[in-house]
């Protein structure tokens, strides 16, 4: 079984950064594509942004959702075994709990679909004030 553990969320101005953190279990890490996702009252989970590890040589590619391209950067911290999620010019429409989750074993070449993530966080609360 995977663990997630997410960190970082908070309460912060419009125009404001946070940075998330999502630490994982065991030695699944290297083997896996993640992610994050959020949701808001009321409202469905969306993606937000993904990095995978590309084939053959050792780089990773990044995909964002467009509300937050531009803003925000997804990275991966091996040593850590974390996946971090860098948070700029927040708007109060990022409010939301930020979820991190992980496609164990993924070997596609895009970004995964979300039935492909085998385990989820418990969540982060980000909210953004005007």
């Known amino acids: 079984q995977v663990r997630l553990v997410e960190s970082g969320g908070g309460l912060v101005q419009a125009g404001g950064s946070l940075r998330l953190s999502c630490a994982t279990s065991?030695?699944?890490?290297?083997?896996?594509?993640m992610g994050w996702f959020r949701q808001a009252p009321g409202k469905e989970r969306e993606f937000v942004a993904a990095i995978i590890i590309g084939h053959g040589l050792a780089t990773y590619y990044s995909y964002y959702a467009d509300s937050v391209k531009g803003r925000f950067t997804i990275s991966r911290d091996n040593a850590k075994s974390a996946v971090d999620l860098q948070m700029n010019s927040l708007k109060p429409e990022d409010t939301a709990v930020y979820y991190c989750?992980?496609?164990?074993?993924?070997?596609?070449?895009?970004?995964?679909?979300?039935?492909?993530?085998?385990?989820w966080g418990q969540g982060t609360q980000v909210t953004v004030s005007s």
């Open positions: 989750a992980a496609a164990l074993d993924y070997s596609g070449y895009n970004q995964p679909p979300i039935h492909a993530y085998d385990y």
């Open positions: 065991g030695s699944t890490f290297r083997r896996s594509a």
